[in-house]
C-alpha cells in the first residue's frame, strides 16, 4: 500500500535534490500528492517514485522538460516511444559529432600537417535558380538542409544536372547573421519556377581550395585558405562561394563529401620564380 513521506524522505528515495522536487512541483512536471494548506509542506506518495525515477533517467539523457513532460503525461505507447527515439537519435548524432570534434583537435595538435592545395580559377557570370535568406550562423545547418532539398527538387522536375553551391555575405561570419544565396545553375533561357527565383551570378576571379570530409575541419580550411589569399593575392569584394561538388544530398558518406570554397581575388597572381 502506497505512503506518504516527506519531500526530504521522498528526494532520498529518489536521488532527487529538495530544490529539483521543488521545481518540479513549481512547474508542473511532477507535483506532490498533498500540500498543507497552512504551512505549504509538501508530501509525496511513495507510488510517485517510479515516475521521479523516470524524470530523472530522462534528465540524465539531457532530454528537455518539454518533451520530458510528454514521455511521462502520454498513455500513448507509440507516441512515448517515438518521443523517446527522437531524442536518442540527436544524441548519437551530438555523439558523432563530438567524436568529429576530438580526431579533428587530434589532428590540429599533430605536427607536419599537409599544406592546402589552392587552384585559380575565373568562373563566368551564369543563371541559377536561386534562394535567398537572412540566416543566422546556428540556424545553417537546419536552412541548408530545407533550401537544397527544395532545389533538388526542382532540378529533378525540370531535368537540371548541376553542381549547386551557396554565396555567403560578409555580415554572415562578422555578425553571425546575414545573406545567403543557395543556387542551382540553369541555362540563360530557364523559366521561371515555383519557390525558387532565377539569379545572375557575376563572374571572377576565385582562389578556391576543395574541403573533403565532414565539415568539422571546415573552417580550419577557410582559415588556410584565407590565409593563402591574404599573402598571395588582392582580394575582391564579394561574397565567398561553396560549390558542393559531392554534397550530404548526394551520398551518406561523409567522409566522401567534397566542397569547393572560392575565395574572390582581382587577379590571377603571376607565378613566382
Known amino acids: 500500500m502506497a505512503a506518504l513521506v516527506t519531500v526530504g524522505e521522498f528526494s532520498r528515495l529518489t536521488h532527487l535534490s529538495?530544490?529539483?522536487?521543488?521545481?518540479?512541483?513549481?512547474?508542473?512536471?511532477?507535483?506532490?500528492?498533498?500540500v498543507d494548506p497552512a504551512s505549504g509542506y509538501r508530501r509525496y506518495g511513495t507510488a510517485q517514485?517510479?515516475?521521479?525515477?523516470?524524470?530523472?533517467?530522462?534528465?540524465?539523457?539531457?532530454?528537455?522538460?518539454?518533451?520530458v513532460r510528454q514521455v511521462v503525461e502520454t498513455t500513448d505507447?507509440?507516441?512515448?516511444?517515438?518521443?523517446?527515439?527522437?531524442?536518442?537519435?540527436?544524441?548519437?548524432?551530438?555523439?558523432?559529432?563530438?567524436?568529429?570534434?576530438?580526431?579533428?583537435?587530434?589532428?590540429?595538435?599533430?605536427?607536419?600537417?599537409?599544406?592546402?592545395?589552392?587552384?585559380?580559377?575565373?568562373?563566368p557570370a551564369?543563371?541559377?535558380?536561386?534562394?535567398?535568406?537572412?540566416?543566422?550562423?546556428?540556424?545553417?545547418?537546419?536552412?541548408?538542409?530545407?533550401?537544397?532539398r527544395r532545389l533538388g527538387a526542382v532540378a529533378a522536375e525540370h531535368g537540371i544536372a548541376a553542381t549547386s553551391g551557396a554565396t555567403y555575405s560578409d555580415e554572415f561570419f562578422t555578425d553571425d547573421t546575414g545573406e545567403v544565396v543557395a543556387f542551382l545553375?540553369?541555362?540563360?533561357?530557364?523559366?521561371?519556377?515555383?519557390?525558387?527565383?532565377?539569379?545572375?551570378?557575376?563572374g571572377g576571379f576565385f582562389a578556391i581550395a576543395v574541403h573533403t570530409g565532414p565539415l568539422t575541419d571546415?573552417?580550419?580550411?577557410?582559415?588556410?585558405?584565407?590565409?593563402?589569399?591574404?599573402?598571395?593575392?588582392?582580394?575582391?569584394?564579394?561574397?565567398?562561394?561553396?560549390?558542393?561538388?559531392?554534397?550530404?544530398?548526394?551520398?551518406d558518406d561523409p567522409t566522401a563529401w567534397r566542397t569547393e570554397i572560392c575565395w574572390p581575388i582581382q587577379r590571377i597572381p603571376a607565378p613566382k620564380g
Open 77 to 123: 505507447g507509440p507516441e512515448r516511444e517515438q518521443t523517446l527515439r527522437a531524442h536518442l537519435e540527436r544524441m548519437e548524432q551530438e555523439l558523432a559529432h563530438t567524436r568529429e570534434v576530438v580526431t579533428s583537435l587530434r589532428e590540429m595538435l599533430t605536427p607536419g600537417q599537409p599544406a592546402l592545395d589552392v587552384d585559380y580559377r575565373f568562373i
Open 18 to 34: 529538495v530544490k529539483t522536487l521543488h521545481h518540479y512541483h513549481d512547474i508542473g512536471l511532477l507535483a506532490p500528492a498533498s
Open 218 to 251: 571546415f573552417d580550419r580550411s577557410y582559415g588556410a585558405l584565407g590565409s593563402h589569399v591574404a599573402e598571395h593575392c588582392e582580394v575582391a569584394p564579394g561574397p565567398i562561394r561553396e560549390l558542393y561538388v559531392v554534397s550530404p544530398g548526394d551520398v
Open 185 to 202: 545553375p540553369v541555362a540563360p533561357d530557364q523559366e521561371p519556377a515555383d519557390g525558387v527565383e532565377l539569379i545572375d551570378l557575376p
Open 126 to 148: 551564369f543563371r541559377a535558380y536561386g534562394v535567398r535568406d537572412q540566416v543566422e550562423r546556428e540556424q545553417i545547418g537546419p536552412w541548408c538542409e530545407r533550401v537544397f
Open 49 to 67: 517514485v517510479e515516475t521521479a525515477l523516470l524524470i530523472r533517467r530522462l534528465r540524465e539523457l539531457r532530454m528537455p522538460l518539454p518533451e
